[in-house]
């Protein structure tokens, strides 16, 4: 059975730092592409970073650029977001999601979410 | 940015209705279009892909259609499970991007 699960949300001040994980089972990682998409509160769906199969190539949204990072261990079947100068606006749901290679953008599977709250 | 707008952004509907939701692209995405189901507190759940084709396991009632910039997300004869939220999705250009959502409720 395919599983995502993310972890490493919470409360954290204006300015401060997160990394969020998101642990893969049930296929084999290294084959797909992987993506984080967010949700705000009562808000709709927005991606946010994408990763290709072997890590050397990302790309985020530009409200991200320069704070965020997306990374990946195959080895340990995990996918990472480095979150760095947090804002309220980043306030949100946090989905990872995989995409099979044949089709970079189609998000099959996604995980359960983790939550970012930015608030003093 | 490609923009997706859907309609409506709210429906209201009964079980056994035919419902359809409509998403427009700001420009040709060809069909590279897929669709969403979310209920509440849960994540999305993959529906269809390249505008008509059906997810394996999504039941034979949801159908898509479309090329180009208008899409259709079709439930030919709704169930209780149905009633949920709905994104569409352009995968044509990076950033994806997703329609606004259109929140399906019971009547």
């Known amino acids: 059975e395919v599983q995502l699960v993310e972890s490493g949300g919470g409360l954290v001040q204006p300015g401060g730092s997160l990394r969020l994980s998101c642990v893969a089972s049930g296929f084999t990682l290294s084959n797909y592409w992987m993506h984080w998409v967010r949700q705000a509160p009562g808000k709709g769906l927005v991606w946010v970073s994408r990763?290709?199969?072997?890590?050397?190539?990302?790309i985020h949204a530009d409200s991200v650029k320069g704070r965020f990072t997306i990374s990946r261990d195959n080895a340990k079947n995990t996918l990472y977001l480095q979150m760095n100068s947090l804002r309220a606006e980043d306030t949100a749901v946090y989905y990872c999601?995989?995409?099979?290679?044949?089709?970079?953008?189609?998000?099959?599977?996604w995980g359960q979410g983790t939550l970012v709250t930015v608030s003093s | 940015d490609i923009q997706m707008t859907q309609s409506p952004s709210s429906l209201s509907a009964s079980v056994g209705d035919r419902v359809t939701i409509t998403c427009r692209a700001s420009?040709?995405?060809?069909?590279?279009l897929n669709w969403y189901q979310q209920k509440p507190g849960k994540a999305p759940k993959f529906l269809i892909y390249?505008?008509?084709s059906l997810q394996s396991g999504v039941p034979s009632r949801f159908s898509g259609s479309g090329s180009g910039t208008d899409f259709t997300l079709t439930i030919s004869s709704l169930q209780p499970e149905d009633f949920a939220t709905y994104y569409c999705q352009q995968s044509y250009s990076t950033p994806i991007t997703f329609g606004q959502g259109t929140r399906l409720e019971i009547k």
């Open positions: 990763i290709n199969n072997d890590g050397n190539n990302t």
């Open positions: 420009q040709s995405i060809r069909t590279y």
């Open positions: 999601a995989r995409a099979p290679y044949y089709d970079f953008f189609r998000l099959d599977y």
């Open positions: 390249a505008a008509s």
